[in-house]
Nanobody, 124 residues
Framework: VQLQASGGGLVQPGGSLKLSCVAS????????IGWFRQAPGKEREGISC????????YYVDSVQGRFTVSRDMGKKTVYLQMNSLKPEDTGVYYC??????????????????WGQGTQVTVSS
């Protein structure tokens, strides 16, 4: 599967952005999609995941309640709606695919296919 992320940009604190991750696969049925971000000078962090089997969603504490992951199976697209953005949300955001369910800890080495990143900058 190949993935393409888009939707990043510059937004003020408190604002919203919606990222998209389009998959080239025949369908999303077999692919669990994770969202990651890498802030300047920091390691990549897994922040959200949506499981292929039942659409179960998972979030790390830092984005819980502000970010929502969803999918449109017909469009083979996974979305990350980001609300109440903070400066610390700044970074390059990536989507990645794996098989099976979302791992208990969203770590990059469990995901084999990656899209290119999209820059999100939260600044006034």
């Amino acid at each position: 599967v190949q993935l393409q992320a888009s939707g990043g940009g510059l937004v003020q604190p408190g604002g919203s952005l919606k990222l998209s991750c389009v998959a080239s696969a025949w369908s999303l049925d077999d692919w669990t999609i994770g969202w990651f971000r890498q802030a300047p000078g920091k390691e990549r962090e897994g922040i959200s995941c949506i499981s292929s089997a039942d659409g179960s969603t998972y979030y790390v504490d830092s984005v819980q309640g502000r970010f929502t992951v969803s999918r449109d199976m017909g469009k083979k697209t996974v979305y990350l709606q980001m609300n109440s953005l903070k400066p610390e949300d700044t970074g390059v955001y990536y989507c990645a695919a794996t098989i099976g369910i979302c791992p208990k800890k969203i770590v990059g080495y469990l995901f084999g296919a990656w899209g290119q990143g999209t820059q999100v900058t939260v600044s006034s």
